[in-house]
């Protein structure tokens, strides 16, 4: 991969292991000649994983809505920073920008972001491999609840497998970079969950 989207909060909870984790993964990025692309906000987990590149001389793509420039949270010190109209434009410039996508903690936004481009996977719109970095077991509930969704016959089985998750960044990335995904064989294979 050469670039990855990085969906994360424009919070930070101060949690000493995240912000471990984080600046792994950043680590991993930069010394995999990996581009950052990410929201553009210099708050929370976003601000954090953007300087913690910037600072080992990564580049770091920010992609933010004209509102939230407006209220003065856009990081301005990034390689580069794409200002668009709206938060859909932001999701589809990063998913077009990046080989891969990475959840890290977060709270709405960061699941409404991930949960649609895991859907645009799913129903064919691209092959970038989708992660999560289960940081301190943020997403375990959240990761059960999905296999509960294939319990319950909502979700088929190999849609469920489109998700990597692990705790560790390397191993997140590493397992995205050898996965081969193939759209078409996924959602409309057989669209019978019986």
Known sequence: MQSIAIFCG?????DPVLQDAVELLAQTIVSQN???IYGGGRVGVMGILADAVL???G?????IPQFLMDKEVGHTGLTELRIVENMHQRKQVMNNLA???????GGFGTLEEFFEVLTWLQLGLHNNPVGILNINGFYDLLLKQMDLMVEQRFLKQANRDLVLSSTDPIELISMMNSIDIKPDEVWFKDSNLT
């Open 99 to 105: 080989n891969g996508i990475i959840m890290l903690p």
């Open 55 to 57: 600072k080992r001389g």
């Open 34 to 36: 990996i581009t950052l």
């Open 59 to 63: 580049k770091v793509i920010g992609v």
């Open 10 to 14: 424009a919070n930070f909870n101060g």
